[in-house]
């Protein structure tokens, strides 16, 4: 008897106990953060931009190129557009990868507020990483640029870019991940549709490539004379993020784990 009551013990709190979802975000703040592995590749990403920073500071330095914060922080592009979706990836798939959904899962009443939480503590884990960027790129234009005039100049602008892109790879990396439920499957997915796709799609269909590209949402942000039409970038949003979503969020919902 004293087994039975014990194991009916976990079910009874779960029915009983409501988790909310800003404890829910830090947990799955937490379990993103909180491991070896994890803040090794937060460490390499760290290490990864300083670098590429501070090399472009060194190149624009010696070609005799103004150094400025909104170059600085605009030249690792490529840098975010791969290195924010791989912490979406690693935010969503954490839990099916190692199999700890049959822990918490009997503990939630739905699933789809700890499916949002994933989203949110991966955002905030990006914008971490893309803040550290911020700070790296003015303190390198105040030495390279020696604390001049124009050292900041469109520094207001490129924070608001910056952010935009950061938090729109890294929902593309969520997007895929959560439809595809497999770490190294979304990593390999993102980088072979980033990569290779958008390519393929601008040489084979360069008429249709605004609505199937995956960029055109941050082409938008990014403005210019080449801008995508609203129409575009809905077509690609709906595309690789809220389908992706939607999908990730049903098999969430549905699956058994």
């Given at each position: 008897?004293?087994?039975?009551?014990?194991?009916?013990?976990?079910?009874?709190?779960?029915?009983?106990?409501?988790?909310?979802?800003?404890?829910?975000?830090?947990?799955?703040?937490r379990?993103?953060?909180?491991?070896?592995?994890?803040?090794?590749?937060f460490?390499?990403?760290?290490?990864?931009?300083?670098?590429?920073?501070?090399?472009?500071?060194?190149?624009?330095?010696?070609?005799?190129?103004?150094?400025?914060?909104?170059?600085?922080?605009?030249?690792?592009?490529?840098?975010?557009?791969?290195?924010?979706?791989?912490?979406?990836?690693?935010?969503?798939?954490?839990?099916?990868?190692?199999?700890?959904?049959?822990?918490?899962?009997?503990?939630?009443?739905?699933?789809?507020?700890?499916?949002?939480?994933?989203?949110?503590?991966?955002?905030?884990l990006?914008?971490?990483?893309q803040?550290?960027?911020?700070?790296?790129?003015?303190?390198?234009?105040?030495?390279?640029?020696?604390?001049g005039?124009?050292?900041?100049?469109?520094?207001?602008?490129?924070?608001?870019?910056?952010?935009?892109?950061?938090?729109?790879?890294?929902?593309?990396?969520?997007?895929?991940?959560?439809?595809i439920?497999?770490?190294?499957?979304?990593?390999?997915?993102?980088?072979?549709?980033?990569?290779?796709?958008?390519?393929?799609?601008l040489?084979?269909?360069?008429?249709?490539?605004?609505?199937?590209?995956?960029?055109?949402?941050?082409?938008?942000?990014?403005?210019?004379p080449?801008?995508?039409?609203?129409?575009?970038?809905?077509?690609?949003?709906?595309?690789?993020?809220?389908?992706?979503?939607?999908?990730?969020?049903?098999?969430?919902?549905?699956?058994?784990?």
């Open positions: 008897m004293s087994h039975s009551l014990q194991q009916s013990a976990p079910a009874a709190a779960g029915s009983g106990t409501q988790i909310n979802f800003v404890r829910l975000t830090a947990v799955e703040v379990k993103l953060a909180d491991t070896r592995s994890s803040l090794a590749i460490a390499v990403l760290a290490a990864i931009a300083a670098a590429l920073i501070v090399g472009f500071a060194i190149f624009s330095g010696a070609q005799g190129t103004p150094v400025s914060f909104a170059g600085l922080a605009g030249s690792i592009g490529l840098f975010t557009a791969l290195a924010m979706p791989l912490i979406g990836i690693l935010g969503m798939t954490s839990d099916t990868t190692h199999r700890t959904t049959y822990v918490y899962y009997p503990l939630l009443r739905g699933r789809t507020a700890q499916f949002w939480a994933k989203v949110l503590a991966a955002a905030v990006a914008l971490t990483l803040v550290f960027v911020f700070l790296l790129a003015a303190v390198t234009a105040m030495i390279a640029g020696s604390g005039q124009g050292t900041f100049d469109g520094a207001g602008g490129a924070l608001v870019s910056d952010l935009a892109a950061c938090l729109l790879s890294m929902l593309f990396g969520v997007a895929l991940a959560a439809a439920r497999r770490t190294a499957l979304a990593i390999i997915a993102v980088i072979l549709i980033s990569l290779v796709g958008n390519g393929l799609i040489t084979l269909l360069p008429d249709a490539s605004g609505y199937l590209s995956t960029i055109t949402a941050m082409s938008a942000v990014m403005g210019g080449e801008a995508p039409s609203a129409l575009e970038v809905l077509s690609s949003l709906t595309l690789w993020y809220l389908i992706p979503l939607g999908i990730g969020w049903w098999i969430t919902e549905k699956s058994e784990a």
